[in-house]
C-alpha cells in the first residue's frame, strides 16, 4: 500500500523479495513497474529495464542524473547509473541511443546557432 500511495518511492531488498513470492514475478520485473510511472514518455524502457535488473541485484541506481563533464565543465544527462556501494568511483552508465541522438542534437544547435532547415 506503501507504494502504491507514493509513500515508498523505492522498495528495500527485502519488500522487493516478498513481492516476487506474493506475485511470482522476478524482481527486475516489479521494480520495472514501480518506476516505469516515474518517468518520462519518451524515457528508454529499455534502459529502465535494465537499471531495474541492476537494481533487482544488489546495485543502487540512480535515474536521469546529472554527471559533471570531466572535460567541459558542464553537466550531462544520462538514462540513468549503477553502482555498487563498495565499489569506489566506479559506476555503469546507462544510455540509450535516443537520448544521446537528443543530447548531441541540443549541443550543436548552441554551438553553432544555425537556422535549421532541412538542408542544414
Partial sequence: MDIKNDRIAF???SILTKLSKYLNQSKADILFE???DDVDEDYSLTSLYYLAE???NNYTIVINP???DPF???IMTFDGYAYKKRSGNT???VDSWSHIKKEHWKMF???YSLALSRDS
Fill in 66 to 68: 546529472n554527471v559533471p
Fill in 11 to 13: 522498495p528495500t531488498d
Fill in 34 to 36: 514501480i518506476l516505469k
Fill in 54 to 56: 541492476l537494481g533487482a
Fill in 72 to 74: 567541459r565543465n558542464k
Fill in 91 to 93: 559506476f555503469t552508465v
Fill in 109 to 111: 544547435k548552441k554551438q
